[in-house]
């Protein structure tokens, strides 16, 4: 596949994003660290570019911001959290605005959502996310349509190339949380998207400790509203965070090849397990957005999402009964993660007994093992 290669990258062509993830944001002078070290520093002797960290950045987050612009297909501002860039992009609409919002979502952006309309900045839609003739009408009508897509837990795939393409309203924002399909399955810019969003806290670092979110655009304007944004909001990444994601990105494609081949062999025998009653995964033909999912993506993700027989007690009893999988929040890092949504505040309308699962590179015999004897044990056949 061959890759585009953003403007000032001193490597060539890498070919590849294999290559890409690998060879971009270097310094390849002689003499140079090969790695991109922690600039552990705020202010620079005056004279050159840099004066002050917040304003003028370190080469760490122009690192990050090089490699992620490039998976992206545009240019990255970075920022401390994913919400942090996420409220950045909100805070570009007038009052009076109107959002258009998924039915399935994040719960920090349907809490920044509904805190805006609470005070009165602009009107929230939400929106299900396969009704696509619904959100191609309110392109036409609101100043930001905001879409994740696959969605926040139950998995649904908007047609973001029919979305992308429908005629907007003057000025609008059209948005793409591209967090769990990352930039290696998905590109919402190439779709004709405005911003694309990456929590780099999950695939992107990969290894469960760090906080860091990028934004990525194509408009001038809008990038340079977003860098400002960030400056005087004071959403910058951190240091060790940056260097941290870095390190991290270098391996997505190898570590997001082997979660997505576990979680497919996963999804396939939970769908017949005795003990679930329902299982979502993007790549199942028995999802309801398979179809959308098979023509948009280049692969299926590493996060799914089953309902345990019997109540919400038996869900938390498998999170309980697993010791491979971690019970812990968050997801797209080596280790497999497992927690009950609907047991966290502002996701109590999600099915009580959903749980949903990050797939990480564990070998996948062992996985389904853990799986397979917490649901075993709690559907009463113990070992």
Not at 56 to 71: K, Q, R, S, Y
Not at 258 to 273: D, I, K, V
Request: aromatic share 4%.
């Amino acid at each position: 596949m061959g890759w585009n290669n953003p403007a000032g990258h001193n490597g060539g062509d890498p070919g590849s994003v294999e290559s890409w993830l690998i060879s971009a944001g270097r310094d390849r002078r002689p003499g140079s660290p090969l790695n991109v070290p922690p600039c552990l520093a705020s202010n620079f002797v005056l004279g050159d570019r840099r004066a002050y960290s917040r304003d003028d950045g370190t080469p760490g987050w122009e690192a990050l911001e090089e490699i992620v612009g490039g998976l992206e297909g545009g240019s990255a501002v970075s920022f401390a959290s994913g919400m942090a860039g996420i409220a950045a992009i909100f805070d570009q609409l007038p009052t009076d605005s109107v959002v258009a919002l998924p039915d399935d979502c994040y719960q920090g952006v349907a809490g920044l959502a509904e805190a805006g309309e609470r005070r009165g900045r602009w009107k929230v839609h939400r929106l299900a996310v396969a009704d696509t003739a619904r959100w191609v009408e309110m392109c036409g009508a609101a100043d930001l349509i905001w879409l994740e897509s696959p969605s926040n837990p139950l998995l649904a795939v908007a047609e973001l190339d029919v979305i992308c393409a429908a005629p907007r309203k003057s000025g609008a924002i059209l948005g793409v949380d591209n967090t769990f399909a990352t930039p290696l399955n998905q590109r919402p810019l190439t779709l004709g998207a405005d911003v694309s969003v990456q929590s780099v806290t999950k695939f992107i670092g990969g290894h469960s400790d760090l906080l860091c979110g990028v934004v990525t655009v194509r408009d001038a304007r809008l990038l340079a509203a977003l860098r400002m944004a960030r400056e005087l909001g004071g959403a910058t990444p951190g240091t060790l965070e940056t260097f941290l994601a870095v390190r991290g990105v270098r391996t997505l494609a190898v570590r997001l090849e082997r979660a997505q081949s576990n979680a497919m062999t996963l999804a396939e025998r939970l769908g017949r397990h005795a003990n679930i009653t329902l299982t979502r995964y993007p790549g199942l033909a028995s999802h309801p957005t398979h179809d959308a999912a098979r023509r948009q993506l280049k692969g299926f993700g590493t996060i799914i999402s089953f309902d345990v027989r019997a109540d919400a007690a038996a869900a938390d009893a498998v999170c309980s009964e697993v010791r491979l999988i971690h019970h812990a929040t968050s997801l797209g890092a080596v280790e497999s993660t497992i927690e009950r949504r609907a047991g966290i505040p502002g996701q109590e309308h999600l099915p009580p007994t959903l749980l949903r699962l990050s797939v990480g590179i564990e070998a996948v015999e062992d996985l389904w093992s853990d799986l397979d004897r917490a649901l075993r044990n709690v559907g009463g056949t113990r070992d």
